[in-house]
């Protein structure tokens, strides 16, 4: 790896290697620029931290949390991700050295990666499109602001994301789930056929396969899925898509590439004027500040850890005449959904290989047809979910013990159908992030101070969420069906979203639609920070979409000087 | 009691001698006095001899000797050898021990507190600890205090609790185990590659 020249002035630095840093030094190198990648987490090697492979009894607890494994104590927020356990602990941010509050009464799950790549090693690879009812929600129900670009402007980015990385998916023709460049579908389960049965006859709701970025086919070559199922600990054969083994290795065959890890950006740098000059970051191996120079700074730290870096570089926060930097927190609303037994499968036996992926059951609440309005709330959800099949654990509720019970526990199954929602969170100015007035990281960097709370539209979105679920496994004829109401903590979802939110008033908004700070036009914040609103999607293909359009744009205008 | 007889997995394969369960049976087979103690019928049985000279060197973390033997015994009970290896051959007494050294206080006093009950209740019933009693003896105490039964007296509620609770970790630790995993549920002990195949039903056929 090479070192960074504290003389060097690069064409650009990009602070964070994750999903939209790939994408943006992908194409900034491969237009000819030099590019610096300052990374705060570690580097790692596929061949030895990737370990996909480890089954219960590779684990002295078979996976339950380890009071004796540090690196899982350092990660006590962390570990409430379902992707943080004792095999890949070290993928995700040491909390102990990396704190953040909470306003009193209020919580926030900050989930983050500590590995060159980010969370793009550790993520749920779902990849849907959002459309114009997300695009221009304010403009159909009046609430918050339109984004400055329409479905229009960014399909053809979501186009050529879709083709480089591999989405597999089934084309719907839905005009709130917009159909991508897929790779062959993965299949339903019988017991999801079922389902999907259900809500076409009984509800006229369509249902779809998971989409999501794992090759179901060799797939510029890289191999296809293997299927063993966490891919969340890496994959050794490469096919899902992360950062590290796809737009850095781009990156790396232009030769103007240098990719810096453990260097925690501390603040962006700006010359007399409105100009940045670079930034100036925490070298974690030897705890000493450094400073790096650039013509153009691009922060791809993720949402909240770019605001803070934002909030840490001036007074009041760096450009922020508009007063939105740090405001309209959003993510979706998780956890709350429902789960049935399907009695009709019982005794189906579960296939040895684990599909990566579920069902996908697109909104279908305040569409534009009015039968579809609901009263109680504005925008909507889709559920996630599909059919488990037990090996072993229907054993906890079969009663009795004995020779008899363990030959019940063996040659018996349970089907169970889940249905998770994910609901949009409305951007309010209220739920926002400042920096504590006290607490700092290990390197006496202030840190994030997070006071997010969810409104009425929510908890009314919810409501529904349980009725129409509990109402659709009823339909299918499920039994013993259980409900999760309370949501989730803000940040728990992890698609925390919308802190320097685009638009096209300087007074409004963070961002133009570029991605660009109104004032500091060689500032870019291409991660999520710039969404308007966030939909009920899952967020990473739209933010990697983004980021190539603005990252074109960008290269456009620096070739012709009009970013210095 | 010798902490050698607290395991009855077998170093030299499953099939090579009686479990624990299987010398507890004999024992009352040949005796069928409730009254009997533990360490007259020990002495009286030349394979549970056999069975502790064997050995298996577990030293439990948390537990007494006492206790591993009482709770490898009652694991036994729960999931025991049939066509397929049982708790024992799995160890999954050592893997309950080794959880509960590492939980917090009330789990461990939790678990401590009901192996203490289990040898009150028997005591009381018959006048000797459970691992004194005869097989039938001590299955009749358990079936008291399983979930078959919905409700249980008040005096029993706490040994349910607890009968509940390891029967819970006992399936957990058996059906996790590489025993468990490849030779009662037929998986592989490796991940193979896989092709995932779905729903294979022509449109209209039953999914049932």
């Known amino acids: 790896m090479k070192q960074t020249s504290d003389t060097k002035t690069y064409d650009a630095i990009v602070v964070g290697s994750g999903a939209t840093g790939g994408w943006t030094a992908k194409v900034m190198t491969e237009a000819g620029m030099d590019v610096l990648m300052l990374e705060a987490g570690r580097a790692f090697d596929p061949e030895n931290d990737f370990r996909e492979h480890t089954l219960p009894h590779d684990m002295e607890l078979r996976g339950r949390p380890d009071p004796r494994n540090e690196l899982l104590q350092r990660r006590h927020r962390q570990s409430y991700c379902y992707a943080c356990t004792e095999v890949n602990a070290d993928f995700f941010i040491d909390d102990v050295d990396n704190p953040y509050t909470e306003a009193p009464g209020t919580h926030f799950n900050w989930i983050q990666g500590n590995v060159v790549g980010g969370r793009s090693i550790m993520w749920a690879r779902q990849s849907y499109r959002m459309s114009d009812y997300d695009f221009k929600a304010a403009s159909m129900d009046g609430y918050g602001m339109d984004w400055p670009i329409s479905y229009a402007d960014i399909a053809p980015y979501y186009d050529r994301v879709e083709r480089y ?400 | 009691m010798s902490k050698q007889t607290t395991d009855g997995r077998s170093r030299s394969g499953p099939a090579a001698r009686p479990t624990r369960r299987k010398v507890l049976a004999a024992g009352a087979g040949a005796f069928g006095y409730a009254t009997l103690q533990a360490e007259p019928i020990r002495a009286a049985i030349p394979a549970l001899a056999a069975y502790q000279a064997e050995g298996s060197g577990w030293t439990p973390r948390l537990l007494t000797p006492a206790q591993g033997e009482l709770l490898a015994t009652l694991c036994d009970h729960i999931l025991p050898r049939t066509d397929t290896p049982g708790a024992l051959d799995a160890g999954v007494h050592e893997f309950i021990d080794l959880e509960l050294s590492l939980a917090g206080g009330d789990d461990q006093l939790a678990a401590l507190g009901g192996l203490d009950w289990i040898d009150r209740r028997a005591t009381s019933l018959h006048g000797s600890p459970f691992l004194s009693l005869g097989n039938e003896q001590q299955l009749d105490l358990l079936r008291e205090i399983s979930d078959e039964h919905e409700d249980h007296e008040p005096e029993l509620v706490a040994g349910a609790a607890f009968f509940s609770d390891l029967k819970r970790r006992t399936l957990f630790a058996f059906y996790t185990s590489k025993t468990g995993r490849t030779e009662a549920l037929g998986l592989p002990d490796r991940v193979r590659v896989e092709r995932f195949r779905g729903c294979q039903h022509e449109p209209g056929e039953s999914h049932v």
């Open chain 1, 165 to 564: 990385i591999g989405v597999n998916g089934r084309k719907e023709g839905l005009e709130i789930l917009p159909d991508g460049d897929f790779l062959p579908p993965m299949a339903f389960t019988c017991g999801e056929v079922m389902l999907k049965e259900t809500l076409t006859e009984k509800f006229n709701r369509p249902m779809t396969i998971g989409r999501n970025a794992v090759l179901t086919r060799r797939h510029n070559g890289r191999d296809m899925c293997h299927y063993c199922g966490p891919c969340h600990y890496g994959c050794r054969t490469n096919s899902y898509f992360n950062s590290p083994q796809t737009t850095l290795v781009d990156c790396e065959a232009t030769g103007r590439f240098t990719l810096v890890p453990d260097a925690a950006v501390i603040k962006v740098d700006m010359l007399a004027g409105d100009l940045a000059s670079g930034v100036t970051y925490v070298d974690k191996t030897t705890n000493l500040t450094r400073e790096a120079k650039a013509d153009i700074v691009v922060l791809c730290a993720s949402t909240l850890a770019s605001t803070r870096i934002l909030l840490n570089s001036a007074e009041g926060g760096l450009a922020n005449e508009s007063d939105c930097l740090g405001r309209y927190v959003m993510d979706h609303i998780y956890a709350t959904g429902v789960r049935g037994v399907l009695e009709a499968r019982a005794g189906a036996r579960p296939e040895r290989a684990n599909r990566p992926n579920g069902i996908y059951v697109p909104r279908f609440q305040n569409l534009k047809d009015p039968a579809t309005k609901n009263p109680n709330y504005i925008r909507g959800y889709g559920y996630q979910g599909g059919e488990n099949i037990t090996t072993w654990q229907h054993g906890n509720s079969l009663p009795g013990f004995g020779a008899d019970f363990k030959r019940m526990v063996e040659s018996s199954t349970v089907s169970t159908i889940g249905l998770g929602g994910f609901g949009e969170i409305l951007p309010r100015p209220e739920n926002r992030v400042t920096l504590d007035p006290e607490t700092k990281d290990k390197w006496g960097v202030p840190v994030l101070r997070m006071n997010t709370t969810l409104g009425s539209n929510e908890y009314a979105m919810v409501q529904d969420m349980i009725e129409e679920g509990r109402a659709m496994l009823e339909a299918l004829g499920c039994t013993d069906i259980t409900q999760n109401t309370e949501p989730a903590p803000i940040g728990s979802g992890i698609h925390e979203v919308g802190t320097a939110r685009m638009g096209d008033h300087p007074l409004t908004s963070y961002l133009n639609q570029y991605q660009q700070s109104h004032t500091v036009k060689n500032l870019f914040v291409m991660d999520g920070s710039c969404y308007v609103s966030v939909g009920c999607v899952n967020p990473t293909l739209t933010m990697m979409s983004l980021a190539l359009r603005s990252t074109e744009y960008l290269v456009d205008r620096h070739k012709r000087g009009e970013l210095a």
